[in-house]
């Protein structure tokens, strides 16, 4: 079972607020992924790190997202000023390596009113 | 670019049934290749992987072959069960370097009635 952490599990935020989850990756692994799941399921991938570099982002992370994963600290996603468009299930997921598999946490659902 | 794609959005069937979901996927890299499984309210997580074209990956009754040859995927269950209700990713990591990015397919719905 995956021991990926993510708080907090619920988010409501008005539009235009800011929005800020957490993730503890599982222990020893490096490699980090954030990801958003619409309500039709579909994953987008928006940032992944290895230890606190960022490894790839999309466009929309660089404008109103922001995340990090500093040493010996939880990994955080936040979004600036929140639209209703961004509503959706934010997963957290860590791996070994980019390649192998990667273990998830149970997300944390954002709903902009 | 890479891609994976799942043609079946939801699939319904009877407990004992046969399960069929296609996969396939495009690459010019060598993939790894994944079926994970997320239950309601819950995380995706792992059901199997290979990354060797023609082995065949198996976990909890599931079976998938990686076919080089038609650059599929697809997953198969002799006999599903009504807790095999869940949505089912295929997915896939492309080992050369560059591009870290996995790729998921838009998953399929499975719906077991008992």
């Known amino acids: 079972n995956s021991k990926v952490i993510q708080t907090p599990r619920y988010l409501v935020k008005g539009q235009g607020q800011k929005a800020k989850m957490r993730c503890i990756p599982e222990?020893?692994?490096?490699?980090v992924f954030w990801y958003q799941q619409n309500k039709n399921n579909e994953f987008k991938f928006l940032i992944n790190f290895q230890n606190q570099e960022v490894l790839q982002q999309i466009d929309m992370t660089e404008k109103r997202f922001s995340a990090e994963c500093p040493s010996n600290s939880p990994c955080s996603l936040e979004i600036q000023s929140s639209e209703a468009g961004d509503s959706a299930l934010y997963l957290c997921?860590?791996?070994?390596?980019?390649?192998?598999?990667?273990?998830f946490g149970p997300g944390t659902r954002l709903t902009v009113l | 670019g890479d891609s994976v794609i799942q043609m079946q959005g939801q699939v319904t069937l009877s407990e004992n049934d046969f399960l069929f979901i296609n996969c396939t996927y495009s690459?010019?890299?060598?993939?790894?290749l994944f079926w994970y499984v997320q239950y309601s309210g819950e995380g995706p997580q792992l059901l199997l992987q290979v990354t060797t074209a023609n082995n065949k990956g198996s976990s909890r009754g599931f079976e998938a072959t990686y076919d080089k040859g038609t650059t599929s995927f697809h997953l198969q269950k002799t006999s599903v069960q009504e807790i095999d209700s869940a949505v089912y990713y295929c997915a896939m990591r492309d080992r050369a370097g560059g591009n870290y990015k996995p790729t998921f397919g838009k998953g399929t719905s499975l719906v077991v009635h008992p």
């Open positions: 997921a860590s791996s070994l390596l980019t390649h192998y598999e990667q273990y």
């Open positions: 690459t010019t890299g060598y993939p790894t």
């Open positions: 222990k020893g692994h490096p490699v």
